[in-house]
């Protein structure tokens, strides 16, 4: 029996034309809401100069100051490794809380400095508040890979990036904000690494998760660092003995497991040496503060 060809009408068509940008236009539509979000959470201060978060104490003491030093060291066309105006001369470098060693605190440094010579504020608060979304899209991201819908991964994204501690951090402890900004990042590049697909694609996204796991110890503070090791760890030899114990239902094979977390603290170390290096040499000479009296 012959059939005869179906006739499409010309909205049939019109419709698959357009099922591209429908399916761009979803992509795109929850990463840019999480944008608008983190413009409304900041709105006082994007759109208006009465409010600042450098007004808390750790971000005036270091956030503001450190900011200040490595941008005019970088337009004398140098590198702050020594800070000259703390305790009669110290590391700069050494300093894990400056975050010298952060590329986006190296770009904000080369930016142009305003009348007065100094690195203004408020792009000082856009990079806080970059971060912020980015947070939020890392997050976004996680959520996704796991399984979540749109609305369910938006709601992820916000939550960790304006809640809680994380969004503690934006207002008192920028440099540790930094550094927790990374946290999804790390664990969405482990994940994908661990997919059964090309070996290339295997070793890149370790190498991603590596980058990411670095760049929350060069954004100024060691915790989420240690704290993401740790639970990576956790995650690998927990993979591995579900590996171990039901093969045909792990979609991992201990090799593959443990070569991917290998790789992963490889080229975390490596990215971080620049930080860790210095550090190591700086810990012998410095005082750790347990009281606000007496250094310990």
């Known amino acids: 029996m012959i059939q005869k ?34 413009v409304t959470v900041f709105w006082k201060l994007i759109f208006s100069s009465e409010y600042s978060l450098l007004v808390y104490t750790d971000s005036s003491f270091q956030t503001y100051p450190w900011s200040q030093y490595l941008s005019e060291v970088l337009h004398q066309w140098s590198f702050p490794f020594w800070d000259m105006y703390a305790d009669a001369g110290r590391s700069f470098i050494g300093e894990m809380q400056t975050g010298a060693f952060y590329p986006p605190n190296m770009l904000m440094g080369l930016f142009p400095r305003n009348a007065k010579g100094l690195l203004p504020i408020s792009l000082i608060e856009g990079f806080v508040i970059l971060h912020a979304f980015l947070a939020s899209l890392f997050m976004y991201g996680l959520a996704r890979h796991f399984g979540l819908n749109r609305f369910s ?31 999804p990042a ?4 482990y994940a994908k690494s661990l997919e059964p697909h090309q070996p290339v694609r295997q070793v890149l996204f370790a190498n991603l998760a590596g980058l990411a796991l670095a760049l ?4 100024g503070h060691h915790q989420p660092f240690i704290y993401m090791s740790l639970a990576i760890a956790g995650i690998a030899v927990a993979l591995w003995l ?40 700086y810990s012998k000479l410095a005082y750790r503060w347990v009281e606000s009296v007496n250094p310990t």
């Open 5 to 38: 060809p179906v006739r499409r009408s010309a909205t049939t068509f019109e419709s698959q034309a357009s099922h591209p940008l429908t399916g761009a236009f979803l992509r795109c539509k929850y990463p840019a809401l999480l944008f608008l979000f983190t």
């Open 153 to 183: 991964a938006f709601v992820a994204g916000t939550t960790f990036a304006f809640g809680g501690s994380i969004g503690l951090r934006v207002f008192a402890q920028v440099n540790l904000f930094y550094a927790s900004v990374w946290v």
């Open 186 to 189: 790390v664990f969405w590049c």
């Open 216 to 219: 929350s110890l060069l954004g």
């Open 242 to 281: 579900r590996s171990r114990k039901d093969p045909n239902e792990s979609p991992c094979r201990p090799a593959l497991i443990f070569r991917q977390t290998l790789l992963l603290f490889v080229f975390a170390i490596a990215y971080a040496s620049l930080q860790l290096l210095p550090s190591l040499e």
